[in-house]
Protein backbone atom coordinates (compact mmCIF):
# COMPACT_ATOMS: atom_id res chain seq x y z
CA UNK A 1 0.00 0.00 0.00
CA UNK A 2 1.31 3.32 -0.72
CA UNK A 3 2.17 5.47 2.01
CA UNK A 4 0.78 8.54 0.65
CA UNK A 5 -2.70 6.76 0.54
CA UNK A 6 -2.37 6.08 4.48
CA UNK A 7 -1.29 9.64 5.36
CA UNK A 8 -4.39 11.21 3.23
CA UNK A 9 -6.77 9.24 4.12
CA UNK A 10 -8.96 8.94 7.30
CA UNK A 11 -7.92 6.41 9.85
CA UNK A 12 -11.36 5.47 10.18
CA UNK A 13 -14.13 6.96 8.08
CA UNK A 14 -17.55 5.81 7.51
CA UNK A 15 -18.58 6.56 3.89
CA UNK A 16 -22.33 7.03 3.30
CA UNK A 17 -23.26 3.86 5.47
CA UNK A 18 -26.38 2.69 5.69
CA UNK A 19 -27.96 -0.64 7.83
CA UNK A 20 -31.29 -2.64 7.86
CA UNK A 21 -32.03 -6.08 8.47
CA UNK A 22 -35.14 -8.21 7.49
CA UNK A 23 -37.57 -8.51 10.46
CA UNK A 24 -40.69 -10.78 10.60
CA UNK A 25 -42.64 -10.60 7.91
CA UNK A 26 -39.88 -10.06 5.11
CA UNK A 27 -40.32 -6.20 6.33
CA UNK A 28 -37.08 -4.46 6.11
CA UNK A 29 -36.04 -2.77 9.60
CA UNK A 30 -33.96 0.46 9.05
CA UNK A 31 -31.07 0.47 11.89
CA UNK A 32 -28.91 3.28 10.13
CA UNK A 33 -30.66 6.10 8.54
CA UNK A 34 -29.84 8.36 6.71
CA UNK A 35 -26.56 7.75 5.59
CA UNK A 36 -23.78 7.40 7.94
CA UNK A 37 -20.31 9.73 7.42
CA UNK A 38 -18.24 9.69 10.23
CA UNK A 39 -14.47 9.92 10.31
CA UNK A 40 -12.54 9.06 13.25
CA UNK A 41 -8.76 10.31 13.86
CA UNK A 42 -5.70 7.41 14.85
CA UNK A 43 -5.48 7.20 18.35
CA UNK A 44 -8.71 9.35 19.39
CA UNK A 45 -10.83 7.44 22.28
CA UNK A 46 -14.52 7.77 20.80
CA UNK A 47 -17.47 6.66 22.43
CA UNK A 48 -20.99 6.11 21.54
CA UNK A 49 -24.00 6.68 23.46
CA UNK A 50 -27.59 6.77 22.80
CA UNK A 51 -30.88 5.36 23.56
CA UNK A 52 -31.28 1.42 23.97
CA UNK A 53 -31.48 -0.64 20.97
CA UNK A 54 -30.57 2.50 18.35
CA UNK A 55 -27.85 0.79 16.35
CA UNK A 56 -24.87 1.74 18.49
CA UNK A 57 -23.57 -1.77 18.49
CA UNK A 58 -24.59 -2.33 14.89
CA UNK A 59 -22.40 0.48 14.25
CA UNK A 60 -19.48 -0.31 16.30
CA UNK A 61 -19.77 -4.17 14.92
CA UNK A 62 -19.35 -2.82 11.29
CA UNK A 63 -15.79 -1.40 11.90
CA UNK A 64 -14.94 -4.40 13.61
CA UNK A 65 -16.23 -6.58 10.12
CA UNK A 66 -18.72 -8.15 12.15
CA UNK A 67 -21.51 -6.85 10.24
CA UNK A 68 -22.06 -5.83 6.92
CA UNK A 69 -23.19 -2.75 5.70
CA UNK A 70 -26.39 -2.66 3.59
CA UNK A 71 -24.63 0.38 1.67
CA UNK A 72 -21.80 2.21 1.91
CA UNK A 73 -18.03 1.70 3.00
CA UNK A 74 -16.53 1.53 6.01
CA UNK A 75 -12.49 2.33 5.52
CA UNK A 76 -9.46 1.58 7.95
CA UNK A 77 -6.60 3.12 7.01
CA UNK A 78 -8.13 3.67 3.17
CA UNK A 79 -8.59 -0.26 3.01
CA UNK A 80 -12.44 -1.09 3.12
CA UNK A 81 -13.06 -3.42 5.82
CA UNK A 82 -14.58 -6.98 4.62
CA UNK A 83 -14.63 -9.19 7.57
CA UNK A 84 -13.42 -9.87 11.38
CA UNK A 85 -9.69 -9.68 11.29
CA UNK A 86 -6.56 -9.14 14.04
CA UNK A 87 -6.57 -5.31 13.09
CA UNK A 88 -9.96 -4.98 14.98
CA UNK A 89 -9.95 -5.87 18.34
CA UNK A 90 -13.34 -6.69 20.24
CA UNK A 91 -13.96 -6.69 23.97
CA UNK A 92 -17.09 -8.02 24.84
CA UNK A 93 -19.67 -7.38 28.38
CA UNK A 94 -19.82 -11.64 28.98
CA UNK A 95 -18.09 -14.07 27.96
CA UNK A 96 -15.11 -11.97 27.32
CA UNK A 97 -12.66 -14.74 28.09
CA UNK A 98 -12.24 -18.19 27.76
CA UNK A 99 -12.85 -20.27 30.83
CA UNK A 100 -11.30 -23.22 29.69
CA UNK A 101 -7.69 -21.36 29.61
CA UNK A 102 -5.56 -20.42 32.44
CA UNK A 103 -5.66 -16.33 32.68
CA UNK A 104 -1.68 -16.31 30.41
CA UNK A 105 -2.99 -18.61 28.17
CA UNK A 106 -6.23 -16.66 27.59
CA UNK A 107 -3.89 -13.21 26.97
CA UNK A 108 -1.24 -15.69 24.68
CA UNK A 109 -4.62 -16.60 22.84
CA UNK A 110 -4.33 -12.78 21.89
CA UNK A 111 -0.89 -13.83 19.57
CA UNK A 112 -1.96 -17.57 18.49
CA UNK A 113 -2.21 -16.64 15.03
CA UNK A 114 0.65 -14.48 14.37
CA UNK A 115 2.71 -16.27 11.92
CA UNK A 116 5.20 -13.28 12.64
CA UNK A 117 6.28 -14.01 15.91
CA UNK A 118 7.80 -17.08 17.66
CA UNK A 119 6.64 -18.75 20.15
CA UNK A 120 9.26 -17.28 23.02
CA UNK A 121 8.03 -13.91 22.00
CA UNK A 122 4.19 -14.99 22.32
CA UNK A 123 5.12 -16.24 25.88
CA UNK A 124 7.24 -12.78 26.56
CA UNK A 125 4.45 -10.19 25.15
CA UNK A 126 1.24 -12.06 27.03
CA UNK A 127 3.33 -11.44 30.21
CA UNK A 128 3.74 -8.00 29.35
CA UNK A 129 0.09 -7.08 28.54
CA UNK A 130 -0.81 -9.21 31.82
CA UNK A 131 1.73 -7.51 33.69
CA UNK A 132 0.26 -4.03 32.14
CA UNK A 133 -2.98 -4.80 33.36
CA UNK A 134 -1.81 -5.74 36.58
CA UNK A 135 -2.63 -9.55 36.30
CA UNK A 136 0.73 -11.23 36.84
CA UNK A 137 -0.15 -13.10 40.22
CA UNK A 138 -2.64 -14.46 38.96
CA UNK A 139 -1.16 -15.86 35.36
CA UNK A 140 -1.71 -19.42 35.77
CA UNK A 141 -5.21 -19.29 37.19
CA UNK A 142 -8.33 -20.28 35.46
CA UNK A 143 -10.69 -17.31 34.92
CA UNK A 144 -13.40 -18.81 37.27
CA UNK A 145 -11.10 -17.63 39.87
CA UNK A 146 -10.95 -14.41 39.39
CA UNK A 147 -13.58 -11.46 39.53
CA UNK A 148 -15.91 -10.87 36.83
CA UNK A 149 -13.79 -7.05 36.68
CA UNK A 150 -10.14 -9.00 36.44
CA UNK A 151 -11.68 -11.23 33.51
CA UNK A 152 -12.58 -7.74 31.88
CA UNK A 153 -8.88 -6.83 31.86
CA UNK A 154 -7.63 -10.28 30.49
CA UNK A 155 -9.76 -10.18 27.64
CA UNK A 156 -8.46 -6.33 27.02
CA UNK A 157 -4.35 -7.47 27.50
CA UNK A 158 -5.76 -10.48 25.38
CA UNK A 159 -6.84 -7.45 23.10
CA UNK A 160 -3.91 -5.68 22.80
CA UNK A 161 -1.79 -8.42 22.49
CA UNK A 162 -2.62 -8.93 19.19
CA UNK A 163 -1.59 -5.49 18.31
CA UNK A 164 -5.07 -4.30 16.52
CA UNK A 165 -5.29 -0.92 15.07
CA UNK A 166 -8.42 -0.46 16.41
CA UNK A 167 -9.97 -1.72 19.88
CA UNK A 168 -13.84 -2.30 20.00
CA UNK A 169 -15.71 -2.30 23.57
CA UNK A 170 -19.25 -3.24 23.59
CA UNK A 171 -20.24 -2.04 27.35
CA UNK A 172 -17.24 -3.85 28.47
CA UNK A 173 -17.34 -2.66 32.05
CA UNK A 174 -21.57 -2.64 31.83
CA UNK A 175 -22.04 -6.08 34.07
CA UNK A 176 -19.59 -4.71 36.78
CA UNK A 177 -20.32 -3.14 40.34
CA UNK A 178 -19.85 0.73 40.70
CA UNK A 179 -16.09 0.66 42.36
CA UNK A 180 -14.79 -1.56 40.27
CA UNK A 181 -16.04 0.12 36.73
CA UNK A 182 -14.51 3.62 38.21
CA UNK A 183 -10.95 1.48 38.63
CA UNK A 184 -11.39 0.03 35.11
CA UNK A 185 -12.05 3.42 33.57
CA UNK A 186 -8.98 4.58 35.10
CA UNK A 187 -6.67 1.73 33.89
CA UNK A 188 -8.25 1.82 30.57
CA UNK A 189 -7.07 5.69 30.11
CA UNK A 190 -3.74 5.11 31.17
CA UNK A 191 -3.66 1.78 29.25
CA UNK A 192 -4.60 3.97 26.13
CA UNK A 193 -1.75 6.52 26.88
CA UNK A 194 0.75 4.02 26.54
CA UNK A 195 -0.62 2.00 23.45
CA UNK A 196 -1.71 4.82 21.65
CA UNK A 197 -5.09 2.75 20.36
CA UNK A 198 -7.42 4.11 18.58
CA UNK A 199 -10.69 3.01 20.78
CA UNK A 200 -14.60 2.62 20.15
CA UNK A 201 -15.95 2.07 23.37
CA UNK A 202 -19.79 1.69 23.41
CA UNK A 203 -21.93 2.27 26.31
CA UNK A 204 -25.01 3.68 27.64
CA UNK A 205 -23.74 4.91 30.92
CA UNK A 206 -23.21 8.64 30.86
CA UNK A 207 -21.09 9.19 33.04
CA UNK A 208 -18.69 6.45 31.79
CA UNK A 209 -18.62 8.12 28.23
CA UNK A 210 -18.06 11.81 29.71
CA UNK A 211 -15.25 10.19 31.66
CA UNK A 212 -13.50 8.14 28.81
CA UNK A 213 -14.13 10.31 25.75
CA UNK A 214 -12.21 12.33 23.40
CA UNK A 215 -15.18 12.78 21.62
CA UNK A 216 -19.00 11.26 22.18
CA UNK A 217 -21.20 10.73 19.55
CA UNK A 218 -24.66 10.56 20.30
CA UNK A 219 -27.16 8.45 18.73
CA UNK A 220 -30.79 9.05 17.58
CA UNK A 221 -33.47 6.36 18.37
CA UNK A 222 -33.79 3.57 15.59
CA UNK A 223 -33.19 4.18 12.75
CA UNK A 224 -30.03 5.63 14.31
CA UNK A 225 -28.07 8.91 13.12
CA UNK A 226 -26.02 11.07 14.62
CA UNK A 227 -28.17 13.45 17.14
CA UNK A 228 -25.22 15.30 18.27
CA UNK A 229 -20.99 15.06 18.29
CA UNK A 230 -19.52 16.26 21.89
CA UNK A 231 -16.05 17.13 21.77
CA UNK A 232 -15.09 16.47 25.23
CA UNK A 233 -11.19 17.14 25.39
CA UNK A 234 -11.85 20.92 24.02
CA UNK A 235 -13.82 20.56 27.59
CA UNK A 236 -11.75 18.33 29.92
CA UNK A 237 -8.07 17.69 30.18
CA UNK A 238 -6.39 14.77 28.77
CA UNK A 239 -4.93 13.93 32.25
CA UNK A 240 -8.24 12.93 33.68
CA UNK A 241 -8.44 11.92 37.72
CA UNK A 242 -11.62 10.88 39.71
CA UNK A 243 -11.71 14.76 40.85
CA UNK A 244 -12.72 15.71 37.14
CA UNK A 245 -16.38 13.97 37.80
CA UNK A 246 -16.77 16.75 40.26
CA UNK A 247 -16.04 19.81 37.81
CA UNK A 248 -18.29 22.15 36.40
CA UNK A 249 -17.59 21.08 32.88
CA UNK A 250 -17.68 17.85 33.65
CA UNK A 251 -21.40 18.39 35.04
CA UNK A 252 -22.58 20.58 31.86
CA UNK A 253 -21.24 18.01 29.56
CA UNK A 254 -22.97 15.23 31.10
CA UNK A 255 -25.97 16.52 31.90
CA UNK A 256 -26.08 17.97 27.94
CA UNK A 257 -25.71 14.61 26.64
CA UNK A 258 -27.63 12.86 29.41
CA UNK A 259 -30.83 15.43 28.33
CA UNK A 260 -30.40 14.20 24.63
CA UNK A 261 -30.78 10.53 25.28
CA UNK A 262 -33.65 11.61 27.49
CA UNK A 263 -36.05 13.29 25.12
CA UNK A 264 -34.72 10.08 22.54
CA UNK A 265 -36.22 7.59 24.62
CA UNK A 266 -39.37 9.53 25.78
CA UNK A 267 -40.17 10.06 21.81
CA UNK A 268 -39.73 6.20 21.04
CA UNK A 269 -41.57 5.59 23.96
CA UNK A 270 -44.48 7.86 23.08
CA UNK A 271 -44.01 6.33 19.18
CA UNK A 272 -44.64 2.89 20.55
CA UNK A 273 -47.44 4.03 22.64
CA UNK A 274 -49.22 5.60 19.64
CA UNK A 275 -48.37 2.41 17.42
CA UNK A 276 -49.87 0.03 19.84
CA UNK A 277 -53.14 2.06 20.04
CA UNK B 1 -29.48 -28.95 66.82
CA UNK B 2 -27.06 -28.54 63.98
CA UNK B 3 -27.88 -31.89 62.33
CA UNK B 4 -31.75 -31.21 62.76
CA UNK B 5 -31.78 -28.11 60.76
CA UNK B 6 -29.32 -29.65 58.17
CA UNK B 7 -32.27 -32.54 58.32
CA UNK B 8 -35.25 -29.67 57.92
CA UNK B 9 -33.48 -28.52 55.07
CA UNK B 10 -33.62 -31.46 53.55
CA UNK B 11 -37.75 -30.36 53.06
CA UNK B 12 -37.26 -27.35 51.91
CA UNK B 13 -37.96 -25.72 48.87
CA UNK B 14 -34.40 -25.46 46.89
CA UNK B 15 -33.35 -26.47 50.21
CA UNK B 16 -29.19 -27.08 50.12
CA UNK B 17 -28.29 -29.55 52.46
CA UNK B 18 -24.72 -31.07 53.08
CA UNK B 19 -23.02 -33.55 50.47
CA UNK B 20 -22.25 -36.21 53.17
CA UNK B 21 -26.11 -36.14 54.29
CA UNK B 22 -27.40 -36.40 50.64
CA UNK B 23 -25.28 -39.19 50.33
CA UNK B 24 -26.11 -41.09 53.53
CA UNK B 25 -29.77 -40.33 52.74
CA UNK B 26 -29.03 -41.96 49.12
CA UNK B 27 -27.76 -45.26 50.57
CA UNK B 28 -30.27 -45.30 53.46
CA UNK B 29 -33.02 -45.55 50.79
CA UNK B 30 -30.73 -47.95 48.58
CA UNK B 31 -30.45 -50.06 51.30
CA UNK B 32 -34.36 -49.74 52.34
CA UNK B 33 -35.21 -51.02 48.97
CA UNK B 34 -32.90 -54.02 49.59
CA UNK B 35 -33.77 -54.86 53.28
CA UNK B 36 -37.87 -54.88 51.86
CA UNK B 37 -36.86 -56.83 49.20
CA UNK B 38 -35.53 -59.36 51.13
CA UNK B 39 -37.78 -58.99 53.99
CA UNK B 40 -40.74 -59.94 51.16
CA UNK B 41 -39.07 -62.64 50.00
CA UNK B 42 -37.91 -64.04 53.25
CA UNK B 43 -41.29 -64.59 54.15
CA UNK B 44 -42.39 -66.20 51.18
CA UNK B 45 -45.05 -63.30 50.61
CA UNK B 46 -44.19 -63.89 46.63
CA UNK B 47 -43.05 -67.24 44.90
CA UNK B 48 -39.21 -67.29 43.78
CA UNK B 49 -40.12 -67.61 40.71
CA UNK B 50 -41.32 -64.27 40.64
CA UNK B 51 -38.82 -62.64 42.39
CA UNK B 52 -36.14 -64.46 44.14
CA UNK B 53 -34.20 -63.23 47.03
CA UNK B 54 -31.76 -60.50 47.19
CA UNK B 55 -28.93 -62.98 48.52
CA UNK B 56 -30.36 -65.50 46.25
CA UNK B 57 -29.74 -63.29 42.79
CA UNK B 58 -26.26 -62.19 44.49
CA UNK B 59 -25.30 -65.75 44.69
CA UNK B 60 -26.21 -66.96 41.26
CA UNK B 61 -23.92 -64.26 39.71
CA UNK B 62 -21.44 -65.26 41.59
CA UNK B 63 -22.10 -68.98 40.90
CA UNK B 64 -22.46 -67.12 37.16
CA UNK B 65 -19.21 -66.10 37.59
CA UNK B 66 -16.93 -69.52 39.06
CA UNK B 67 -19.13 -71.60 36.99
CA UNK B 68 -20.12 -70.58 33.55
CA UNK B 69 -17.19 -68.34 32.51
CA UNK B 70 -19.51 -65.65 32.75
CA UNK B 71 -16.69 -62.72 32.11
CA UNK B 72 -16.20 -64.00 28.78
CA UNK B 73 -19.90 -63.09 28.17
CA UNK B 74 -19.78 -59.76 29.93
CA UNK B 75 -16.53 -58.90 28.13
CA UNK B 76 -18.49 -59.36 24.40
CA UNK B 77 -21.36 -57.16 25.88
CA UNK B 78 -18.71 -54.40 26.52
CA UNK B 79 -16.91 -54.87 23.28
CA UNK B 80 -20.41 -54.67 21.62
CA UNK B 81 -21.25 -51.63 23.31
CA UNK B 82 -18.08 -49.89 22.85
CA UNK B 83 -17.47 -50.75 19.22
CA UNK B 84 -20.58 -49.29 18.42
CA UNK B 85 -20.17 -46.35 20.35
CA UNK B 86 -16.81 -45.27 20.04
CA UNK B 87 -18.25 -45.64 15.92
CA UNK B 88 -21.11 -43.56 16.69
CA UNK B 89 -18.66 -40.80 18.39
CA UNK B 90 -16.10 -40.48 15.64
CA UNK B 91 -19.06 -39.60 12.95
CA UNK B 92 -21.36 -38.21 15.08
CA UNK B 93 -18.69 -35.25 16.78
CA UNK B 94 -17.65 -33.92 13.48
CA UNK B 95 -20.53 -33.93 11.77
CA UNK B 96 -22.49 -32.51 14.47
CA UNK B 97 -20.05 -30.27 14.82
CA UNK B 98 -20.55 -29.31 10.94
CA UNK B 99 -24.19 -29.71 11.15
CA UNK B 100 -24.38 -26.53 14.02
CA UNK B 101 -21.58 -24.68 11.80
CA UNK B 102 -22.79 -24.65 8.09
CA UNK B 103 -26.32 -24.15 7.33
CA UNK B 104 -25.70 -26.21 3.89
CA UNK B 105 -24.67 -29.64 6.27
CA UNK B 106 -27.24 -28.76 8.88
CA UNK B 107 -30.36 -28.36 6.18
CA UNK B 108 -29.27 -31.47 4.15
CA UNK B 109 -28.98 -33.97 7.49
CA UNK B 110 -31.27 -32.28 10.09
CA UNK B 111 -34.47 -33.72 8.39
CA UNK B 112 -32.89 -36.80 7.51
CA UNK B 113 -31.37 -37.65 11.14
CA UNK B 114 -34.73 -36.27 12.59
CA UNK B 115 -36.89 -38.70 10.74
CA UNK B 116 -34.75 -41.86 11.25
CA UNK B 117 -34.32 -40.55 15.34
CA UNK B 118 -37.93 -41.76 15.42
CA UNK B 119 -37.62 -45.11 13.84
CA UNK B 120 -38.15 -47.84 16.69
CA UNK B 121 -34.86 -49.31 17.00
CA UNK B 122 -36.08 -52.84 17.83
CA UNK B 123 -37.85 -52.83 14.33
CA UNK B 124 -34.77 -52.46 12.48
CA UNK B 125 -33.45 -56.20 13.66
CA UNK B 126 -34.31 -57.95 10.89
CA UNK B 127 -32.51 -55.64 8.28
CA UNK B 128 -29.38 -55.55 10.12
CA UNK B 129 -30.00 -59.06 10.30
CA UNK B 130 -30.28 -59.59 6.19
CA UNK B 131 -27.87 -57.13 5.84
CA UNK B 132 -25.22 -58.53 8.06
CA UNK B 133 -26.12 -61.87 9.16
CA UNK B 134 -26.35 -62.94 12.51
CA UNK B 135 -22.28 -62.18 13.20
CA UNK B 136 -21.14 -59.40 15.43
CA UNK B 137 -21.59 -57.00 12.46
CA UNK B 138 -25.57 -57.48 12.88
CA UNK B 139 -25.40 -56.27 16.52
CA UNK B 140 -22.65 -53.43 16.16
CA UNK B 141 -24.74 -52.13 13.62
CA UNK B 142 -28.20 -52.08 15.69
CA UNK B 143 -26.37 -50.64 18.52
CA UNK B 144 -24.81 -47.88 16.05
CA UNK B 145 -28.21 -46.70 14.64
CA UNK B 146 -29.79 -46.59 18.19
CA UNK B 147 -27.28 -44.09 18.93
CA UNK B 148 -25.43 -42.52 16.16
CA UNK B 149 -28.62 -40.45 15.65
CA UNK B 150 -29.31 -39.36 18.78
CA UNK B 151 -25.96 -38.32 19.29
CA UNK B 152 -25.17 -36.23 16.29
CA UNK B 153 -28.10 -33.86 17.17
CA UNK B 154 -26.94 -33.62 20.63
CA UNK B 155 -23.58 -33.14 19.63
CA UNK B 156 -25.15 -30.62 17.68
CA UNK B 157 -27.26 -28.28 20.27
CA UNK B 158 -24.23 -28.52 22.33
CA UNK B 159 -22.13 -26.77 19.33
CA UNK B 160 -25.00 -23.99 19.29
CA UNK B 161 -24.95 -23.32 22.85
CA UNK B 162 -21.24 -21.67 22.20
CA UNK B 163 -22.00 -18.29 23.05
CA UNK B 164 -21.38 -16.39 20.10
CA UNK B 165 -19.05 -13.98 22.28
CA UNK B 166 -16.27 -16.80 21.64
CA UNK B 167 -16.46 -17.07 18.08
CA UNK B 168 -16.56 -13.68 17.28
CA UNK B 169 -13.83 -13.03 19.82
CA UNK B 170 -11.89 -15.82 18.01
CA UNK B 171 -12.52 -14.48 14.65
CA UNK B 172 -11.33 -10.98 15.37
CA UNK B 173 -8.03 -12.58 16.58
CA UNK B 174 -7.29 -14.09 13.62
CA UNK B 175 -8.86 -17.21 13.83
CA UNK B 176 -9.84 -18.81 10.29
CA UNK B 177 -12.50 -21.37 10.21
CA UNK B 178 -10.53 -24.70 10.74
CA UNK B 179 -8.91 -23.07 13.84
CA UNK B 180 -12.05 -21.60 15.02
CA UNK B 181 -13.55 -25.17 15.13
CA UNK B 182 -10.56 -26.57 16.68
CA UNK B 183 -9.61 -23.97 19.26
CA UNK B 184 -12.69 -22.06 20.22
CA UNK B 185 -16.02 -24.28 19.61
CA UNK B 186 -14.56 -27.77 20.70
CA UNK B 187 -13.51 -26.84 23.88
CA UNK B 188 -16.02 -24.04 24.53
CA UNK B 189 -18.10 -27.76 24.00
CA UNK B 190 -16.05 -30.18 25.39
CA UNK B 191 -17.74 -30.35 29.41
CA UNK B 192 -21.66 -30.56 27.68
CA UNK B 193 -20.28 -32.87 24.85
CA UNK B 194 -18.95 -35.39 27.28
CA UNK B 195 -22.22 -35.18 29.12
CA UNK B 196 -23.83 -36.16 25.84
CA UNK B 197 -21.28 -38.71 25.34
CA UNK B 198 -21.98 -40.39 28.76
CA UNK B 199 -25.95 -39.98 28.17
CA UNK B 200 -25.42 -41.87 25.24
CA UNK B 201 -23.49 -44.34 26.07
CA UNK B 202 -26.20 -46.07 28.70
CA UNK B 203 -28.72 -45.78 25.61
CA UNK B 204 -26.60 -48.14 23.70
CA UNK B 205 -26.70 -50.67 26.75
CA UNK B 206 -30.43 -50.82 26.07
CA UNK B 207 -30.46 -51.54 22.55
CA UNK B 208 -27.23 -54.27 23.15
CA UNK B 209 -29.84 -56.22 24.97
CA UNK B 210 -32.67 -56.13 22.39
CA UNK B 211 -30.02 -57.54 19.78
CA UNK B 212 -28.25 -59.77 22.36
CA UNK B 213 -31.86 -61.32 22.70
CA UNK B 214 -33.18 -61.73 19.27
CA UNK B 215 -29.94 -63.04 17.99
CA UNK B 216 -26.52 -64.15 19.97
CA UNK B 217 -24.87 -66.52 21.20
CA UNK B 218 -22.78 -64.88 23.64
CA UNK B 219 -23.26 -61.77 25.90
CA UNK B 220 -25.09 -60.54 28.98
CA UNK B 221 -28.73 -60.33 26.95
CA UNK B 222 -28.09 -64.03 25.62
CA UNK B 223 -27.29 -65.40 29.01
CA UNK B 224 -30.41 -63.33 30.60
CA UNK B 225 -32.65 -64.65 27.74
CA UNK B 226 -31.32 -68.67 27.97
CA UNK B 227 -32.13 -68.13 31.83
CA UNK B 228 -35.72 -67.43 31.40
CA UNK B 229 -36.19 -70.22 28.70
CA UNK B 230 -34.88 -72.36 31.41
CA UNK B 231 -36.57 -70.84 34.55
CA UNK B 232 -33.85 -69.61 36.24
CA UNK B 233 -35.10 -66.39 37.72
CA UNK B 234 -32.18 -65.43 39.89
CA UNK B 235 -30.19 -65.38 37.10
CA UNK B 236 -32.10 -63.61 35.36
CA UNK B 237 -31.75 -60.89 37.45
CA UNK B 238 -28.38 -61.71 37.75
CA UNK B 239 -27.98 -60.06 34.39
CA UNK B 240 -30.07 -57.30 35.24
CA UNK B 241 -27.57 -56.88 37.88
CA UNK B 242 -24.40 -57.05 36.21
CA UNK B 243 -25.68 -54.75 32.93
CA UNK B 244 -26.56 -52.15 36.32
CA UNK B 245 -23.80 -52.48 37.92
CA UNK B 246 -21.47 -51.68 34.80
CA UNK B 247 -23.76 -48.90 33.77
CA UNK B 248 -23.53 -47.38 36.86
CA UNK B 249 -19.26 -48.04 37.60
CA UNK B 250 -18.95 -46.34 34.09
CA UNK B 251 -21.12 -43.41 34.99
CA UNK B 252 -19.50 -42.63 37.57
CA UNK B 253 -15.80 -43.04 36.03
CA UNK B 254 -16.65 -40.35 33.98
CA UNK B 255 -18.24 -38.52 35.86
CA UNK B 256 -15.66 -37.88 38.32
CA UNK B 257 -13.57 -37.73 34.81
CA UNK B 258 -15.27 -34.93 33.70
CA UNK B 259 -15.20 -33.56 37.19
CA UNK B 260 -11.13 -33.71 37.21
CA UNK B 261 -10.95 -32.72 33.66
CA UNK B 262 -13.13 -29.64 33.70
CA UNK B 263 -12.01 -27.98 36.95
CA UNK B 264 -12.27 -24.52 35.22
CA UNK B 265 -16.18 -24.87 35.63
CA UNK B 266 -16.42 -25.25 39.41
Not at chain 1, 53 to 62: F, I, L, Q, W, Y
Not at chain 2, 197 to 213: D, P, Q, S
Request: proline share 5%.
Amino acid sequence: MPATTTQSAPFIEFREVTKSFTGPKGRDIEVIQPPLSLTIDNGEFVVFVGPSGCGKTTVMRMVGGLETPTSGQILLQGEPVTGPSRQKGMVFQSYSSFPWLKVLDNVRFGLKYRRDVSAADKTRIARHYLDLVGLMPFAEYYVNRISGGMRQRVAIARTLAADPLVLLMDEPFGALDALTRERLQQQLLELQKAERKTIIFVTHDVHEAVFLADRIIVFSARPAHVLREVIVSDELPAERTLDVSETPAFRRLRHEVLALIRDEELRTEAAEIAGAA
Amino acid sequence: MKRWSAARALFTFRGRVPATLELWVGIGAFVFVVAAWQVVTGLGLVKPQFLPSPVAVVSSLWRLFRDDNYIADVGISVARVWVAFLASAVIAIPLGILMSSYRAVGAVTEPLVDFVRYLPVPALVPLTLIWLGIGEGSKVMLLWIGTFFQLVLLIAEDARRVPHEFIETGRTLGAGDTALMKDVLLPAMMPNMVDSLRITLGWCWTYLIVAEIVAANSGIGYQIWTSRRYGKTPEVFAGILAIGVIGLATDQVIRLLHRRVFRYLA
